[in-house]
């Protein structure tokens, strides 16, 4: 997690970072760029079931070597929030693969 995210995180801000699982899937990301931002700000937490909530989002673009399964894990980061690899709390996983060929169906 970069310094920035840890900054934020103590200031009202809940930080995503994504990432290879292991260190031959994050060999294969090249770049991982945000949008609108790296994370969201903390008054969309916690969900109380409130009248006209908004869930948060963030995109991730990712640029990786092509033709290679990438096995991605995505976290959020606040002092609430834990993260459990076997339960999967505080974060999302899944797989990407970007063909060859631009003509690839």
Request: hydrophobic content about 35%; some cysteine; charged content about 20%.
């Amino acid at each position: 997690m970069s310094q920035s995210i840890r900054t934020d995180i103590y200031e009202n801000y809940i930080g995503v970072s994504c990432q290879g699982e292991n260190d031959a899937d994050a060999d294969n990301i090249i770049r991982v760029t945000f949008y609108p931002r790296q994370g969201f700000p903390a008054f969309f937490f916690p969900y109380l079931n409130q009248d006209g909530y908004t869930s948060p989002f963030v995109m991730a673009q990712f640029e990786v070597e092509r033709g290679r399964v990438s096995m991605i894990q995505c976290k959020v980061w606040t002092r609430d929030i834990v993260h459990d690899l076997n339960d999967r709390q505080g974060s999302c996983h899944f797989e990407l693969m970007v063909s060859n060929s631009s003509n690839s169906k």
